[in-house]
């Protein structure tokens, strides 16, 4: 093994891929993982569903058990970076130690945005990103009858699933006049709506809420409207910001978050990063994102990898996401972003499942799929290639996926 060391900061899905990546590229120095949360990286996503419902520990959440990172021989140390120091090379943590780097990969996620309302400070009062999020809720549920759950995004409504699995009854407040309206069409909206009120979830939609009230520990909600909600628990899901800081005050470049090239690379070029504090330049979409998904932190991971060990890999995959919410499973594959039209496959107001299909220009390029993995798979196909299915052909439950995807042409049908 040689001197070089790759420093990751951040114990993430990125750098759970960056590990193995590294050396499945090559990378024969010194790798040290540092990050600030107690354990390995785990899998964050089950945090608001099996986690938060009990059915999960930590360790079976984890990406990779311990024994992968010693026979990768890569090294984790819990601790926060304060600093990173370009011109030394090195980073410094908590306690002032510092440590040299030869390249150093920023997998820094994001964290929850904050409501400055009054009473945001107040015991009872959550917001939901790591594993000690989830266990200071559980630890409340037994004195909890009634949940408030602020924001009405896949997080928010993904808790309330979850909480009404325990038997707790659940609000949830949402500012917007639809659940879902930063990432869906309103038909999906409408789907969700309806399956979470068949649930018994309150959903309140185009209410703002004024104040968290409470002595010491949260007793309502009180509402632009004047109304309030009891409550014992309130639960703050209204998006994340990524964590930018630490590449901010070492003078790397950050606008929406720490910009990469399609490499992975930042403006430094012995600095990388990857995952939801990354904002990368997209090839397929000719544009930069920022996502917050663990299939991207994954591909991005890679892509790192690749441009420590000095080859080009690009950013390339097509995003997608999944939210599981009963016993819904919802995948998406593409972005939304720009559709003209959509079209709809399967009936979405009585039954549990359907396809949502985004077009633009006629060409498919996205998919909301509920309990459809089929349309899932297809979508995917179709959106890489650039198709532009029939719509009647699309809308029609009987048409074989398979010989959409062979009659499709490249051209608006
Ligand atoms: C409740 C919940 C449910 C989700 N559900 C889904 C889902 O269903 N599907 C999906 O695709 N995505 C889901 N996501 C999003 C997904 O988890 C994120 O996109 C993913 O975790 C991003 O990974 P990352 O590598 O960017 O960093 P993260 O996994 O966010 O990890 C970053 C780590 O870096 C640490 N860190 C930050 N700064 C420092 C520092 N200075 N020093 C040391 N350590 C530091 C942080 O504490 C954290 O441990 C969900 C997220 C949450 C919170």
């Known amino acids: 093994m040689d001197n ?30 540092i990050g600030d949360e107690p354990t390995l990286p785990y899998h964050r996503p089950p945090l608001s569903k099996t986690y938060l419902a009990g059915t999960s520990n930590l360790d079976e959440l984890l990406i990779r058990k311990p ?11 819990q601790a926060r970076v304060t600093s990173v120091e370009r011109g030394a090379r090195t980073v410094t943590l908590s306690n002032g130690e510092t440590l040299g780097y030869d390249k150093l990969a920023l997998c820094l996620g994001a964290r929850p945005r904050r409501l400055s309302l009054p009473g945001a400070d107040l015991a009872g009062v959550h917001y939901l990103r790591d594993a000690a999020d989830i266990e ?133 070029p012995e600095i990388f990063a990857a995952g939801d504090c990354a904002n990368y330049y997209d090839a397929r979409y000719e544009g930069r994102l920022r996502l917050e998904s663990v299939p991207s932190a994954v591909e991005q991971a890679k892509s790192v990898a690749a441009a420590i060990c000095g080859r080009e890999r690009q950013i390339s995959a097509l995003p997608w996401f999944w939210s599981d919410q009963y016993d819904l499973k919802l995948q998406i594959a593409g972005l939304n972003t720009g559709y003209d039209e959509i079209v ?70």
């Open 67 to 77: 024994d992968f990172y010693d026979k990768q021989q890569v090294a984790f140390r």
């Open 4 to 33: 070089n060391r790759v420093i990751i900061v951040g114990a993430s899905h990125a750098s759970a891929q960056l590990c193995a990546s590294l050396r499945q590229e090559g990378w024969a120095g010194e790798v040290l993982l």
């Open 136 to 268: 200071a809720i559980r630890d409340s549920l037994a004195t909890t009858s009634h949940a408030v759950i602020i924001g009405a995004g896949y997080i928010g409504l993904e808790t309330a699933a979850s909480l009404r699995k325990l038997g707790i009854s659940v609000s949830v407040l949402e500012a917007a006049d639809r659940v879902l309206q930063r990432v869906t069409a309103p038909e999906v909206s409408a789907f969700y709506d309806r399956v979470h009120r068949e649930e018994g979830v309150e959903i309140r939609v185009g209410v703002g809420v004024n104040a968290l009230e409470g002595k010491g520990h949260v007793s309502g909600v009180r509402l632009e409207d004047g109304d309030s909600v009891a409550t014992e628990l309130v639960i703050i899901g209204v998006g994340v910001v990524p964590n930018v800081e630490l590449a901010q005050e070492a003078g790397l470049t950050v606008d929406n978050g720490i910009v990469i090239d399609a490499y992975g690379r930042t403006s430094d």
């Open 344 to 413: 709809l496959r399967g009936d979405r107001s009585t039954g549990r499942d359907f396809a949502c299909f985004y077009l633009g220009k006629g060409r498919l390029i996205a998919a909301d799929c509920v309990n459809r993995p089929q349309e899932f798979m297809f979508s995917k196909r179709a959106i890489a290639q650039g198709l532009a299915p029939n719509r009647d052909l699309l809308a029609d439950p009987g048409t074989a996926l398979k010989s959409l995807l062979e009659a499709s042409t490249t051209s608006a049908g």
